[in-house]
Structure formats: C-alpha cells, structure tokens
C-alpha cells in the first residue's frame, strides 16, 4: 500500500525566514497531495493542495511543488510569522482516502 | 455551514465501559471518514463510509471497534470494551467526492479526546 515519509519532525527558523517541509510517497498511481496544518489542540485544515497534472502551486506565502518522476512533493513558507507555528501534515490519495505523513513541527521564533 | 459537528468534546471513562463517539458531517458531503490521533502513531484512517455505506475499514485496529452511518447526517463510532490504550483524540471529516478520480477537501470536526483510565 502507499507509504508517506515526511521530513524533517522539527523544525525551528527565526520569523522572516523561509521553511521547506519535504514528503515522499511510494505509489506512483496518486495523484492529490494536500497540506494540512494543525495547530496545538486543534483540528487539522487545508491550507493548499497539488493535483498530479500540476507541478507547482502558489497562495500567497506558501506554495508546493510536485516532481512525480521523484514522487516527491515539499511545502515552502516564505516569510515565517510566529503564527505559522504549527504542525504540518503532508498527505496523498491511495486509491481513494488519504494516507497522511508523521507530521513536521514548526515553530518560527520572534 | 456549522462544519463537521462532533460530540462529546471530551471524554473520560473507565477500563471496559463502552464508548460512543458521535458525528455530524458537512450537509451536501457524501464521504465520512473516521481517524485517530495520537502522539506515536499520528494521524490513522480507521473507517471511512461512501453514501453512507463502509467502504474501507481495514484501520479499525480491532473487534472492540465498530461505526454505523444509518443515514446521511450521522455517524457514530463505538469502543466496547474499551481499553487505555484507546485514548486518543477521535476526528471524524467528511468531503464530497464527486468521481473516483476527483478528490476535494476533507473538512475535519473539532475531534473527541478521549481518555480511557
């Protein structure tokens, strides 16, 4: 079945600088890999997410790339503000429900 | 739209006693998915259900697990007997799924913590 690794656990920058969140997924078959992001006590949201026929996408401060020949896709914050301290999920679709990654812990310091 | 409506929030009970976790999915939504989280093994799929009917329930991590959707606004799942190592917070999401090859976003509830002592 699918496996998504997710990398790194932790990651700590100083506010203004970027973050760079990397997965990787195992079936070469998925095709929707979205970004969800938890923060402490609550619920997981969508923040933005990939279609397979398209190899970067951009909202504002974040943007995803996809390299399916790879079969690997990353997050990247431009900008950090303490308020994107959270824990990142990466995730793909394996036939039709999700397969979520371990999750990165971001904290952006002052 | 309220969202996805989960009760209880919290939930304390002891060793053997049954649980009953219940949700309201997003109206219009046709996939309702139930997940567990816990600090070592993350985010899990336990069941998810298409048109109210179970399609995938191969992360019901055993017999003491069981989830129902009779109808298209409610869902429960249930832990009998329940055990400590079941606690963990509880989210249920829904999506409208409109083709096998079109995936939309998951919209999760609040989630139920549950404790088991």
């Known amino acids: 079945g699918e496996n998504v690794e997710q990398h790194p656990s932790t990651l700590s920058v100083q506010e203004g600088d970027s973050a760079v969140i990397k997965c990787t997924y195992s079936?070469?078959?998925?095709?929707?890999f979205p970004w969800y992001k938890q923060e402490l006590g609550k619920r997981p949201q969508l923040i933005i997410d990939?279609?397979?026929?398209?190899g970067e996408k951009k909202d504002q401060r974040i943007a995803v790339t996809l390299n399916k020949t790879a079969k690997h896709f990353s997050l990247h914050i431009t900008e950090t503000q303490p308020e994107d301290s959270a824990v990142y999920f990466c995730?793909?679709?394996?036939?039709?429900?999700?397969?979520f990654g371990t999750g990165t812990r971001l904290q952006v310091f002052p | 739209d309220a969202g996805v409506i989960q009760s209880p929030r919290h939930e304390v009970t002891e060793m053997g006693q049954e649980v009953t976790l219940r949700c309201k999915p997003i109206?219009?939504?046709?996939?309702l998915f139930w997940y567990r989280q816990t600090m070592m093994r993350g985010l899990e799929l336990l069941i998810y259900?298409?048109?109210?009917?179970?399609?995938?329930d191969s992360g019901m991590p055993e017999d003491r697990f069981s989830a129902k959707m009779p109808n298209a606004s409610f869902s429960t799942l249930k832990i009998q007997p329940s055990e400590p190592r079941d606690s963990a917070v509880y989210f249920c999401?829904?999506?409208?799924?409109?083709?096998?090859?079109?995936?939309?976003?998951?919209?999760f509830g609040p989630g139920t913590r549950l404790t088991v002592l």
């Open positions: 999401a829904s999506s409208l799924m409109t083709s096998a090859l079109s995936y939309n976003e998951q919209f």
């Open positions: 079936d070469s078959a998925s095709n929707y």
């Open positions: 990939i279609r397979s026929n398209v």
């Open positions: 995730a793909s679709i394996n036939t039709d429900k999700l397969i």
């Open positions: 109206s219009g939504h046709n996939s």
């Open positions: 259900f298409n048109n109210n009917v179970p399609i995938d």
